[in-house]
């Protein structure tokens, strides 16, 4: 099942993975089948019910029966909603949306970033030592931060954690941000305060900008120069060179090729000093 766009999705096998899983992403929204190996959708639901982090998310029950009696139990034990099965995906795209614009409210405050950038929505966490989870989303991705006391504990965007996220989110000029309170039950993975945070993110934001406005012929593909790929380099560095390697295939441009790299400014720099000693070249002229 594919997440609709602006979405991410996470899932799980079974009740008992859907624990670890719900834990570690603090998600807006659990749609869960009644019917699971190990741990049945009823017995997860009793179970988020309990814990103070995922008890007022809400829970959507997915079965292939639709009873009444059915139905009108899930409604009892306090689920927002019940999808009879099956569907489609175009159908179920327009329930998860439906059902997340109506539950918005629940969010302490939301904006738009064109409106109030994301250096001041965390400025504002911090000024009101907030506890709870800060969304962002833009051009279809979605960032979540930790956020306890006003301190950002952690943070996701898809395989990313920690302070490349927000190195990343400081580049995000327009999308939407919400934030709404809850516990947080995570251990600390950024040893920075907010305003070290945030002035860390804003130099490397100028500094990536500098970067690409003094790099010329950004839009040519790139390959690793026959003298870079014939180097005997120690063991410990053969993954970097065979990303590299990868990375610069002859299809992608450069600018291509930085932008994969974002939020990684030491690697930026790493792959600009090697095109200026000419170990990456034009893929058109390859020496």
């Known amino acids: 099942m594919s997440a609709p766009p602006g979405l991410h999705r996470t899932h799980a096998e079974d009740g008992e993975a859907a624990q670890e899983v719900a834990l ?4 807006s929204l659990i749609i869960c089948d009644l019917l699971m190996p190990r741990m049945d959708g009823r017995q997860f639901f009793d179970w988020t019910r309990r814990h103070p982090t995922l008890r007022d998310v809400p829970f959507v029950c997915l079965s292939s029966k639709g009873q009444p009696e059915e139905r009108l139990a899930a409604f009892e034990r306090g689920v927002e909603d019940y999808w009879v099965k ?5 159908e179920l795209t327009f329930c998860v949306k439906n059902l997340l614009r ?8 939301r904006g738009r970033l064109q ?11 911090e000024g009101g030592r907030k506890t709870g989870l800060l969304k962002v989303t833009s051009a279809g991705r979605e960032a979540t931060l930790y956020v306890r006391e006003g301190q950002v504990l952690d ?9 490349r996220v927000v190195y990343i989110v400081i580049g995000w000029l327009r999308g939407e941000f919400s934030f709404r309170s809850a516990p947080v039950d995570r251990l600390p993975q950024i040893p920075l305060t907010t305003q070290q945070l945030l002035l860390e993110a804003v ?16 839009d040519r593909p790139y ?20 990303f590299l390697k ?13 932008q994969s790299l974002e939020g990684d400014l030491e690697a930026m720099q790493m792959v600009v000093e090697l095109r200026r000693e000419g170990l990456l070249v034009p893929a058109s002229a390859r020496s």
């Open 155 to 163: 943070t996701e965007l898809a395989s990313y954690q920690g302070v």
């Open 223 to 242: 390959i690793v120069s026959d003298r870079f790929a014939s180097l005997v380099v120690p063991e410990d560095f053969a993954s970097e060179i065979s």
């Open 246 to 258: 990868a990375l610069f295939d002859g299809q992608r441009t450069f600018r291509e090729c930085l």
């Open 24 to 27: 570690r992403h603090q998600p």
């Open 102 to 109: 109506r539950l918005q409210p629940n969010a302490d405050f």
């Open 203 to 218: 130099r490397r934001y100028d500094e990536t900008q500098s970067l690409l406005d003094a790099e010329p012929d950004l």
């Open 115 to 125: 409106e109030v950038s994301f250096p001041e929505v965390l400025q504002i966490i």
């Open 86 to 90: 099956p569907f489609s995906a175009t």
